[in-house]
């Protein structure tokens, strides 16, 4: 790919779209479209195929979501599944109608299904229930990830899928209501530190997750891009997972907190276990490179210097 290639990444503001930015510009690409939700709203289908046609991408980066944890998710199961649904399929349809070719779409790795075979394979897709926490995200993820699959099939077009797991990193949501689990676990130790409060854990702590640092998944995508690939789905990861009750013992570790611990059993753990199967993307020649300690001490570090906790 050339690196006066003009690319659209939409959802510059959110921390994958960001994250792209970086990636390209720290690559030497010259020509990229960053709107901010200033400059667009992408819930306007009008305004979006007016910015597509008059700027000619030749590659699309749709990172534009709503999202946020398993709390929010479970109370705006309707927001989450209409208003995900609303911003891609105008993305994808105005792309479509205006004649270009390449799109990448970021799914999730919630679209699979609950209590799988691990590690969850690209062709699991809908080969079992969703969690039901988060299943109006994960059935908007579905439907972007089809639509693009059946324009690709009819019309020859390269819109495929990466499938990321659990993200983490700079530019993150640290809002205590709709915070992935590791901003929401910073800011909560951090506070309780200070206030010399206990901290009160979502779940029983029994759950297992994987996490991938945005900077990687944001890398992995140019790999993709600049080696033209051009599979339906391709997930994205680490390939390893931890217990919460271990990634809450790090992060009271690295916030220095030394109060009391609780587990509150009554709220639900969602999916015990969910590791992506990587061998795809490895066999392309990608694998991570960033430590994950190592990492999230300089988050917690950045986020109270910053004051975003």
Known sequence: MQKNTKIFIAGVNGMVGSALKRALNNRGYLNILAPTRSEIDFFDKNLVNDYIKKNNPEYILLAAARVGGIQANSLLKHEFLYENIEIQNNI???????????LMFFGSSCVYP???????????????PLEETNEGYALAKICGIKLCNYLSESFHRNYFSVMPTNLYGT??????NSSH????LLKKFHHAKINNEKVSIWGSGIARREFLHVDDLAEACIFLMENNYNYPIINI???????ISELVDIIKDITN???????DKSKSDGTLRKVLNINKIKELGWAPKRNFFNELKIIYGYAVQNKLI
Not at 92 to 102: D, E, M, R, Y
Not at 114 to 128: A, T, V
């Open 181 to 184: 689990v590791i901003p929401g």
């Open 92 to 102: 994808i349809l105005s792309a479509h109608s205006c004649g270009v070719n390449n």
């Open 237 to 243: 990861g680490t390939g390893d997972d931890i217990l």
């Open 114 to 128: 609950k209590n799988y075979d691990i590690p969850i394979k690209e062709e699991n897709l809908l080969e079992g």
């Open 257 to 263: 907190f030394n109060g009391i611990v609780e587990y």
């Open 171 to 176: 530019n993150d949501n640290f809002d205590p």
